[in-house]
């Protein structure tokens, strides 16, 4: 694929995420502009890179659709410096954005179960340098990470049954999560937020369709398929 019709591709679908409202401000059309999505996609599937979908990325999980990205990107309304906490690293496409929003004064912990994910994502972000203000780690996403707590943001990317209880905890004061909720099959893209006294605002937004998050507080691996 030439650089030539990548930045033609790129540009046809920024302009599309605007024009449909899913890229409101510009930190956010910035970060989509400068993670080339076509890093974090299987080889087979990079002519796609640029469309709007999402592409599996093996061990039944996917890298989402740039739409979704970036809406759920602006839902946190991200700061630099902030520091957050995502689960479900995937190849680490959403986990770029992040680290390219709150930059070097930020920090970004990702949580995947899946080791090889875990470790290809790590590899991707290297290549762009979003690698130094992004702790990646394997294990049980369901519960958050304790040690790492109060999170300005919490970025859910797999659906869960209910709130996993780790994010009224782990979410700072003031704080956003957003995470779809609901069953396998449909989930609500859910919107958290604590004030600065920490009382909790709950709103579900749009329907979508997310790959069931695993674990304690999540779906149990025996209840799904996976490839």
């Known amino acids: 694929m030439s650089d030539n019709y990548i930045y033609q591709q790129k540009n046809r679908l920024i302009n599309y995420l605007k024009d449909a409202g899913f890229i409101k401000t510009k930190i956010v059309e910035e970060a989509i502009s400068n993670v080339d999505r076509s890093i974090f996609v299987p080889p087979k599937y990079i002519n796609e890179s640029y469309e709007d979908k999402p592409l599996t990325i093996g061990y039944g999980q996917t890298i989402s659709a740039p739409s979704i990205v ?107 999560a957003v995470m779809p909720i609901g069953s396998i099959e449909e989930q609500k893209l859910t919107i958290l937020k604590k ?19 695993i674990g304690q507080n999540g779906f149990k691996l025996s209840n799904t398929q996976i490839n």
């Open 195 to 213: 004030d600065d006294l920490g009382q909790i605002n709950i709103r579900y937004d749009i329907g979508v369709i997310f790959v069931p998050l």
């Open 70 to 176: 970036a809406y759920m990107t602006e839902l946190l309304e991200l700061k630099e410096g902030d520091k957050i906490l995502e689960i479900g690293t995937g190849s680490g496409y959403q986990t770029a954005i992040l680290s390219y929003i709150v930059k070097e004064k930020g920090l970004v912990i990702s949580i995947e179960r899946i080791k090889e994910l875990s470790e290809t994502a790590y590899k991707n972000l290297e290549k762009l340098g979003l690698h130094k203000n992004v702790k990646l780690i394997v294990g049980d996403g369901s519960i958050g990470y304790e040690k790492e707590k109060p999170y300005d943001k919490i970025l859910i990317t797999a659906a869960s049954p209910k709130i996993p209880n780790f994010v009224y905890d782990q979410l700072k004061n003031g704080g956003i």
